[in-house]
C-alpha cells in the first residue's frame, strides 16, 4: 500500500533552517510528481512546493520562493523540503501529499514552530 512518512520537523528559530524529508514506499515513487503542503492553526491546507517526477520542474507557493527548495532523490524515494530563512508565520504541520492513480495520498504530517 502507498504510505507517505514525513519527518524532520521541530522548533526552529527565526531566521534558521530546516530539512524535512517524505519516505515514499508502495508505488513507483520515479514516476509521480511530489508535493509538500501545510497547514497552519485555523487554516486551510495550502501548497507550498511541487516537483516533477525526474526533479527538473518545480513550483513554489509565493510565500516560500526564495527561500524554500524542494528536491527528490529517485533511487532513495525520498522528498525534501530545504527551508532556509524561516519565519514565524512558516509555523504549521506540513504533509507531503501524492496522486497515485487517480488517488490522492497524504503523510501524517510533522509540526515545523518557528520561535525564539
Known amino acids: 500500500q502507498v504510505q507517505l512518512v514525513e519527518s524532520g520537523g521541530g522548533l526552529v528559530q527565526p531566521g534558521g533552517s530546516r530539512r524535512l524529508s517524505c519516505a515514499a514506499s508502495?508505488?513507483?515513487?520515479?514516476?509521480?510528481?511530489m508535493s509538500w503542503y501545510r497547514q497552519a492553526p485555523g487554516k486551510e491546507r495550502e501548497l507550498v512546493a511541487g516537483?516533477?517526477?525526474?526533479?527538473?520542474?518545480?513550483n513554489y507557493a509565493d510565500s516560500v520562493k526564495g527561500r524554500f527548495t524542494i528536491s527528490r532523490d529517485n533511487a532513495e524515494n525520498t522528498v525534501y523540503l530545504q527551508m532556509n530563512s524561516l519565519k514565524p508565520e512558516d509555523t504549521a504541520v506540513y504533509y507531503c501529499?501524492?496522486?497515485?492513480?487517480?488517488?490522492?495520498?497524504w503523510g501524517k504530517g510533522t509540526l515545523v514552530t518557528v520561535s525564539s
Open positions: 508502495g508505488f513507483s515513487f520515479s514516476s509521480h510528481t
Open positions: 501529499r501524492g496522486v497515485v492513480r487517480g488517488a490522492i495520498y
Open positions: 516537483i516533477a517526477s525526474t526533479g527538473r520542474i518545480t
